[in-house]
């Protein structure tokens, strides 16, 4: 993994971040950073560590080593000060089941100087979420909803959204998305999500961190990685004896980070694919009916994750 | 503070229709006067509030746990702590609310039965005080934050509530030995000035640990508890060692701190002296010291409860042993204690001689303080201390047992006696004087001298008796034994604002008031003969404060309490001290020189003098406020 690129000011950063549970360490030593005006997507199993990272981003968690900072300030610290400017999705949306929604945006319209209340209600139509339905008694992705309406009723200049479309039907993911899209063509907002919802964030997030075992596999631009991995198919090859073979000194020079046998052959990914390189080294291949495709997010995820959790070698 | 606000409107709003059933529940008191066995109309006011009181209660209990740690629980708290809110502002909005709440729900529940007793015109229901109303408000606040930290502490099942039991158990025996040992020693009343202050910092205690959970705990219930855990122990342990350092600050009073003398006692032999009374930063605290005058040491004994009322207490003859009565600290009533002040640091022993009711009884200890006997309810009891046995109980009627009309003695190893005035007869009083045969444990027959007034003294062996004659026109001094009679002054001559005595040599001291002057007439130990005459010119009383030896006696002659030392002899005097109240004649201690000195007293302080030199000590209350 190559060491994070520290932009100038990131409106999010963590620096040496260190969590644990009593022996388990949940994040190790974890540093990453986010640019203004960039959407960073947090990618990773359950058990991650995504949900502590954001703990730790809120305030919520105070680290065991080196801090986490919203817009240059110290979270654990500076809480308070720092969330009215940074808008808030949380995972389990988590409004007092009592209160509707006009009731809930009437409350937080107290607490920021800028609160557009007929945003909320504009956003809430949209969305066709009732508000004068308690919010115990609204759908998992109507409450999803709502807590994306309050957390850009008040302009932020940061959202973090943590998994927010989990548990959420296709449709109601898709207005999720639409509407922080919609954000985010708007104002640029920052956006720091995490999520398991690959194919949403592969448009909309512009960089991307894999987390394992509270370590950063990965943390690059969406286009440069998408650029480095490539699938490339091998089909076994007829012998003299009318035995397949595979060219497996071929695979491993490729130094690949995932390699699958299937019926007709070999498929390798690969992290460093160099199209010039491989240009080169073509027409052979090209003879022995070697394929090269590019990968979706989803598929690098599972090619880096299952790689390392040793599921797909 | 805004954002407080905006949480504690929020909690209002979520829950405020809890007030529309605490008003269903305080209709109650509408209908209450008309139940069968109702209440009476005129404490519909006192119910209503009674009910408010009880509601409000319940409902702080009920919020209590709700308000916080079920959102904890239920991960629903980060709602708050994702907005621009401080911890503060979430727990003081939080709590803010709910005790806002509480007290309103108690105010709508008392309005129904209020209004009716306001439209009445009914005075203000005597349960109505702004004490009360600052003690509700104290409860309430303690019932919420009790029932939040519970809350919080069992919702988090863990190792832990193992500890928080035990700290809890800490503390609990802490607060209660505290309280016990204040109500051992008498200071019960002492330390109730305390109770409040104490459960204020036990209220700010839990506050402040609900405080701290939610400030550093924020949304984790686990690290909320162990927050919470680690601040509130220390915090309640704090105000444990307070209270423990305040009782042992009201138990041990020094002399000094005496503000005045409820009770002085001097021992016959060997200058030990008990003086009682309030101490200074210890209202309703009455310590008893046992003061060893030579040395200044002294140790506390606790004796009364009862506020103003010294309660009997006698040293032996040698000395070494005292008997007093002290409250029980189990309830009401008397029990019996000894100090055996032979041994030194020995503590007052309970002679398990225990009555729950009645006045405190009469004492008096053997000269040998092997014997005491007590009289108590018109029966007269001797125990042996030494083999804690009874050596006589026998009843001895109706004897009007206050302790100036009373005299017990023995007057000799085999006998007690008991002397006392009748109650008036239509001619006069009677002087009762009865034997009790301590081998036998049987009455003897009883003597009676009739007397013209209620007031006898009895000399220390019981043996002669300072009484008015029948008609009441001398002053006669009667032999129990002979049952010879002696005048010795005519009545009409005592000097008022004078005391009779008999100084330690046996002789009868009669202070005389003739031709405008007192005389101290000192008649022979059996009345016969005529009596030594000591002039006091220019004196209108006069009191015998001493004999330091058979030819000198410390006279008090008022006005002006001037002190002086009469030579018996030469009939000289010299001046030895002024503003002094003698105390008793046989009130005698040493100096930390050796010498024998005098107690009295000058105001609310304990004065020790010297006659040789006339050197004063101040043996009470501040040296610096003694003069």
Redesign the interface.
């Known amino acids: 993994m190559s060491a994070p690129e520290m932009p100038v000011s990131p409106l999010l950063a963590v620096d040496d971040l260190t969590v644990r549970y009593g022996r388990r360490t949940a994040l190790d030593h974890l540093s990453l950073a986010v640019p203004a005006g960039s959407v960073y997507a947090l990618l990773g199993r359950n058990g991650a560590g995504k949900s502590s990272l954001v703990?730790c981003l809120?305030?919520?968690?105070r680290p065991n080593t080196g801090r986490a900072l919203l817009l240059g300030r110290d979270s654990w610290r500076e809480?308070?000060?720092?969330?009215?400017e940074v808008g808030?999705v949380?995972e389990?949306p988590?409004?007092?089941?009592?209160?509707n929604a006009r009731?809930i945006s009437r409350?937080?319209s107290?607490?920021?100087p800028s609160w557009n209340e007929a945003g909320v209600r504009d956003r809430l139509e949209r969305f066709g979420v009732p508000s004068d339905v308690a919010f115990g008694k609204l759908s998992k992705g109507q409450k999803g909803q709502v807590a994306l309406a309050l957390a850009l009723a008040f302009s932020p200049r940061l959202l973090i959204l943590d998994d927010p479309t989990l548990g959420l039907d296709a449709y109601a993911r898709k207005t999720f998305f639409e509407e922080l899209i919609g954000e985010l063509a708007d104002r640029g907002t920052t956006v720091f999500l995490t999520t398991h919802d690959l194919a949403a964030v592969e448009g909309i997030a512009d960089r991307v961190g894999i987390l394992s075992d509270g370590k950063l596999l990965l943390d690059e631009g969406m286009e440069s990685l998408k650029q480095r991995f490539r699938r490339i198919s091998f089909p076994a090859a007829a012998g003299d004896t009318g035995d397949t073979a595979v060219p497996e000194r071929e695979i491993a020079a490729l130094a690949p980070v995932a390699v699958a046998a299937r019926g007709w052959g070999v498929e390798a990914v690969v992290s460093n694919y160099d199209e010039e390189r491989f240009t080169r080294t073509r027409p052979a291949a090209a003879n022995r009916g070697v394929e090269i495709s590019a990968l979706t997010l989803e598929e690098i995820f599972i090619a880096l994750v299952g790689e390392r959790k040793g599921g797909t070698k | 503070m805004r954002g407080a606000g905006a949480v504690l409107l929020r909690e209002i709003e979520e829950r405020w229709q809890i007030l529309l059933g605490s008003l269903f529940i305080g209709l109650a008191a509408l209908i209450a006067p008309h139940m069968p066995n109702g209440i009476d109309r005129n404490m519909q006011g006192d119910f209503a509030l009674m009910l408010g009181g009880i509601v409000s209660c319940i409902t702080a209990a009920i919020l209590g746990p709700a308000v916080i740690g079920r959102e904890l629980a239920e991960r629903r708290l980060s709602f708050f702590f994702s907005r621009p809110l401080s911890g503060a502002a979430i727990w003081s909005g939080k709590l803010a609310g709910v005790i806002l709440l509480a007290g309103l729900c108690g105010a709508v529940a008392a309005l129904p039965g209020g209004l009716i007793h306001a439209l009445r015109r009914d005075p203000v229901p005597s349960s109505f005080s702004l004490s009360a109303f600052l003690s509700w408000g104290l409860l309430l606040i303690l019932l919420l934050l009790c029932a939040h930290t519970v809350g919080i502490l069992l919702r988090e099942r863990s190792a832990w509530l193992l500890l928080d039991f035990v700290a809890f158990c800490v503390v609990l025996t802490g607060l209660f030995t505290v309280g016990s040992e204040a109500r051992q020693a008498g200071a019960g009343e002492a330390f109730k000035q305390v109770w409040m202050p104490a459960l204020i910092l036990i209220a700010l205690s839990l506050a402040g640990a609900s405080a701290v959970q939610v400030i550093r705990g924020r949304t984790d219930l686990g690290r909320s508890r162990r927050v919470l855990s680690w601040t509130l122990w220390p915090l309640l342990l704090l105000v444990l060692l307070g209270m423990n350092g305040f009782s042992r600050w009201v138990l041990s009073p020094r002399l000094q701190d005496l503000l005045t003398i409820d009770q002085v006692m001097a021992a016959p032999a060997g200058g030990r002296v008990y003086v009682m009374g309030p101490v200074a930063g210890r209202p309703g605290y009455r310590p008893g010291f046992v003061l060893d005058a030579r040395s200044g040491r002294f140790e506390r004994i606790r004796q009364s409860a009862r506020v103003g009322i010294p309660e009997p207490l006698v040293f032996s003859g040698e000395g070494r042993h005292l008997a007093f009565v002290r409250s029980p600290v189990d309830g009401p009533g008397w029990e019996l204690a000894t100090l055996d002040l032979s041994r030194s640091g020995a503590r007052p022993q309970s002679l398990n001689l225990l009555s729950r009711n009645g006045g405190s009884p009469l004492l008096q200890l053997s000269r040998d303080g092997r014997l005491l006997a007590f009289l108590n309810q018109g029966r007269l009891v001797v125990r042996d201390l030494q083999g804690d046995r009874l050596v006589a109980s026998a009843p001895v009627g109706d004897i009007n047992e206050v302790s100036y009309l009373v005299a017990l003695r023995f007057p000799d190893a085999r006998h007690l006696r008991i002397v006392h005035s009748d109650v008036p007869a239509r001619t006069g009083f009677n002087i009762r004087i009865q034997d009790l045969d301590l081998a036998t444990g049987r009455l003897l027959p009883e003597k009676v001298l009739s007397s013209g007034g209620l007031f006898f003294s009895a000399s220390p062996d019981g043996r002669r008796i300072l009484a008015r004659t029948d008609d009441d026109r001398f002053l006669a001094l009667y032999d129990v034994d002979t049952q010879g009679m002696r005048s010795l002054a005519v009545t009409s001559m005592l000097a008022k604002s004078s005391r009779l005595a008999f100084l330690p040599d046996g002789r009868p001291a009669v202070p005389i008031l003739y031709q405008g002057s007192v005389e101290l007439w000192i008649h022979p130990a059996d009345g016969s003969g005529r009596p030594e005459r000591h002039v006091f010119p220019g004196s209108r009383g006069l009191i015998v404060g001493g004999q330091p030896s058979p030819g000198k006696l410390i006279v008090t002659t008022g006005p002006g309490l001037q002190t002086w030392l009469l030579d018996l002899q030469t009939d000289q005097r010299r001046k030895i001290g002024e503003g002094l109240v003698p105390l008793r004649t046989d009130f005698k201690v040493s100096t930390p020189e050796g010498a024998a000195a005098w107690l009295f007293r000058r105001g609310t302080r304990l004065i020790q003098i010297d006659p040789a030199t006339g050197r004063e000590r101040i043996l009470t209350g501040s040296a610096r406020e003694a003069r």
Not at chain 1, 58 to 61: A, H, P, V
Not at chain 1, 79 to 84: E, H, V
Not at chain 1, 94 to 99: E, L, V
């Open positions: 703990r809120l305030g919520e968690q809480r308070a000060s720092i969330l009215a808030v949380p389990e988590d409004a007092p089941p009592s209160m009731q409350f937080c107290r607490l920021y």
